[in-house]
């Protein structure tokens, strides 16, 4: 049944040479996965199915491990779509050099996962990456962090400018990437 299930990728993000899983094989993946869930807790309740627990038990595992594979994946490319602009201004990686360094380390990181993940698209190989959920897992605290410290330096730029809380994230981003190139 999965064999022939695939993830699809934009080629390039931005000019950025790294793939972006397109957000409609997400959506095919996902419906696919809660239905087989169903299907398979179903299936466990049954008495019949003591005779093949374990595989049904497995093929639960693969489910409940490619679900959350996904789940992971779609925060972290949001994530990471997020920041890739603002990591790419050389002002802001000199601000915020630690987050600068860890975000460097998770696109590293997610340029891997999406390449390997492009050469082998099938569901099933994804989800065998090696260690892909505790990846994903450590790039996602990452993200958390390094979105915190950025939250952070905004907060002190507002802080030090009032007129700067009218202003989206974004906005303000922008805004201070051009004022640093006056100076």
């Known amino acids: 049944c999965w064999n022939p299930i695939q993830f699809t990728f934009n080629p390039s993000f931005r000019d950025t040479g790294a793939a972006i899983l397109k957000g409609d094989s997400i959506d095919i993946v996902q419906e696919i996965l809660d239905e087989q869930?169903?299907?398979?807790?179903?299936?466990?309740?049954?008495?019949?199915a003591q005779h093949f627990k374990e595989d049904v038990l497995r093929q639960e595992?693969?489910?409940?491990?490619?679900?959350k594979m996904s789940e992971l994946v779609i925060k972290v490319q949001s994530a990471w779509m997020y920041l890739y602009p603002v990591f790419g201004s050389d002002d802001i990686k000199?601000?915020?050099?630690?987050?600068?360094?860890?975000?460097?380390?998770?696109?590293?990181?997610?340029?891997?996962?999406?390449?390997r993940a492009q050469v082998h698209p099938q569901v099933t190989r994804v989800s065998s990456i090696e260690n892909i959920v505790g990846r994903l897992e450590n790039m996602d605290v990452s993200l958390d962090g390094i979105q915190l410290g950025l939250k952070r330096y905004l907060e002190e730029k507002r802080n030090g400018f009032p007129r700067f809380y009218f202003l989206s994230d974004e906005e303000l981003l922008e805004?201070?990437?051009?004022?640093?190139?006056?100076?």
């Not at 869930?37 to 019949?48: F, G």
């Open 94 to 115: 000199k601000a915020l050099a630690a987050e600068s360094d860890a975000f460097a380390t998770i696109d590293s990181e997610w340029r891997r996962i999406t390449t």
């Open 61 to 67: 595992s693969f489910l409940l491990t490619t679900q």
């Open 175 to 183: 805004i201070l990437g051009k004022l640093m190139k006056l100076r």
């Open 37 to 48: 869930l169903v299907k398979v807790q179903t299936l466990i309740s049954l008495p019949q």
